[in-house]
T-cell receptor, first 113, second 111 residues
Framework: KAGVTQTPRYLIKTRGQQVTLSCSPI?????VSWYQQTPGQGLQFLFEYFSETQRNKGNFPGRFSGRQFSNSRSEMNVSTLELGDSALYLC????????????FGPGTRLLVL | GESVGLHLPTLSVQEGDNSIINCAYS??????FIWYKQESGKGPQFIIDIRSNMDKRQGQRVTVLLNKTVKHLSLQIAATQPGDSAVYFC??????????FGRGTSLIVHP
């Protein structure tokens, strides 16, 4: 069974631009969570989606948003990029909502110049 | 707010030695703990978990110990191999199903 896939793997943007990242969960998994990983803050929870509905949200500004499609694929969007948004963005999937065991993708490394 | 932290940012061991990675947590309501391994260029990989009603759990070459009295978690890796070199994270879940991750310990295994 294929693992969690994320596209693109690497991305360079400039301040003020917006970006959309994509995540395809493991087949059969219906919950997708997004995390931001930086050297300074470590891994921080962004949001979780299940059945196309956002179930939980972390402490990030409204510039960070996401959505989930009927096939469980998910996208996250960051608008008006700031230098501090440079990070590794990780997607994790699980069978259902509120599942403690999550499987992570390789991440999208975003660099904001 | 609550936090999860690691005592040692870097641990260097010789191949074949046993490794112990420590983690302190502060949320007394946490009832589920997870260890992840993250290799360079990859996402975190689940290693082992433990619930608060246990104090020890063993996997293949790994053992997790939980001391609720002092809110301490440790990961023991037996016969450490070069392939074990990675960053190890502990995470705790206080029932919200949103894990809180520690900052990570870099394990370096010398052949």
């Amino acid at each position: 069974k294929a693992g969690v896939t994320q596209t693109p793997r690497y991305l360079i943007k400039t301040r003020g631009q917006q970006v959309t990242l994509s995540c395809s969960p493991i087949s059969g998994h219906r919950s997708v969570s997004w995390y931001q990983q930086t050297p300074g803050q470590g891994l921080q929870f962004l949001f979780e989606y299940f059945s196309e509905t956002q179930r939980n949200k972390g402490n990030f500004p409204g510039r960070f948003s996401g959505r989930q499609f009927s096939n469980s694929r998910s996208e996250m969007n960051v608008s008006t990029l700031e230098l501090g948004d440079s990070a590794l963005y990780l997607c994790a999937s699980s069978l259902a909502a509120n599942q403690e065991t999550q499987y992570f993708g390789p991440g999208t490394r975003l660099l904001v110049l | 707010g609550e936090s999860v932290g690691l005592h040692l940012p870097t641990l260097s061991v010789q191949e074949g030695d046993n490794s112990i990675i420590n983690c302190a947590y502060s949320n007394s309501a946490s009832d589920y703990f997870i260890w992840y391994k993250q290799e360079s260029g990859k996402g975190p990989q689940f290693i082992i978990d433990i619930r608060s009603n246990m104090d020890k759990r063993q996997g293949q070459r790994v053992t997790v110990l939980l001391n609720k009295t002092v809110k301490h978690l440790s990961l023991q890796i037996a016969a450490t191999q070069p392939g074990d070199s990675a960053v190890y994270f502990c995470a705790e879940n206080g029932g919200s199903y949103i894990p809180t991750f520690g900052r990570g310990t870099s394990l370096i295994v010398h052949p």
